[in-house]
């Protein structure tokens, strides 16, 4: 059972355009989420994180949204970079653990 | 250094070998996190450490898979008579243990790349 998901295996979006990413969970007791970054040969690196008891966060050019009412959260990354082509991982974190739920990735494809 | 370090980085073995794989976490975190990314899929859970013991096991996928952690530090997963599902890639990451907790960001290593022929 995939208690974190994201349904659109891959994006592709013009440079300079918004790009929106999507994931949804499952379980309610997620009290942290998070977006990391993949780039072909590489770990993950952290990009962005959001509480549950927000609903948005911004840092630069990456906002987040969460909407707990529909277990959904999104990325948004305005205007999109070329460099921003990665693979995105939604993953959210349990008030009673310590290891992050990974949705399955995005692969974002940023035009020039 | 200054990251998480990992090695092999990438792995040729045949069915039926038994393979080691090392993470040598973040000096001072104290949380270290083994995930595989098998070919199209995700990030799957298999196992964390904290210090040098392991409270959750729940993600390994049979009793071939183990791994430890000595000194707090390096830990080796080790997989035994490897099947060609093994093939992925295997990821470990390291947090501050209050990081970890509060915030849930975890430093990845670039993984070992595991292909079983």
């Known amino acids: 059972d995939q208690q974190v998901k994201q349904n659109s295996p891959s994006l592709s979006v013009q440079e300079g355009r918004i790009s929106i990413l999507n994931c949804d969970y499952t379980n309610s007791m997620f009290d942290y989420f998070l977006w990391y970054k993949k780039y072909p040969a590489e770990g993950p690196t952290f990009l962005i994180s959001?509480?549950?008891?927000?609903d948005k966060n911004e840092d630069g050019r990456f906002t987040v949204f969460l909407n707990k009412s529909a277990k959904h959260l999104s990325l948004h990354i305005v205007p999109s970079q070329p460099g921003d082509s990665a693979v995105y991982f939604c993953a959210a974190k349990n008030n009673a653990g310590n290891m992050l739920t990974f949705g399955g990735g995005t692969r974002l494809m940023v035009k020039p | 250094g200054a990251g998480v370090s990992q090695s092999p980085s990438n792995k040729v073995t045949e069915k039926g070998k038994d393979v080691e794989l090392r993470c040598d976490p973040i000096s001072g975190h104290t949380a270290l996190y083994w995930y595989r990314q098998s070919l199209g899929q995700g990030l799957e859970f298999l196992i964390y450490?904290?210090?040098?013991?392991?409270?959750?096991k729940s993600g390994l996928p049979s009793d071939r898979f183990s791994a430890e952690r000595t000194g707090g530090s390096v830990s080796t997963l080790t997989i035994q008579r490897t099947q060609q599902e093994d093939s992925a890639v295997y990821l470990c990451?390291?947090?501050?243990?209050?990081?970890?907790?509060?915030?849930?960001?975890?430093?990845f290593g670039e993984g070992s790349r595991l292909t079983v022929l």
């Open positions: 990451a390291s947090s501050l243990v209050w990081t970890g907790v509060i915030t849930g960001e975890l430093f």
């Open positions: 959001i509480s549950s008891i927000k």
């Open positions: 450490f904290q210090g040098n013991s392991a409270p959750d």
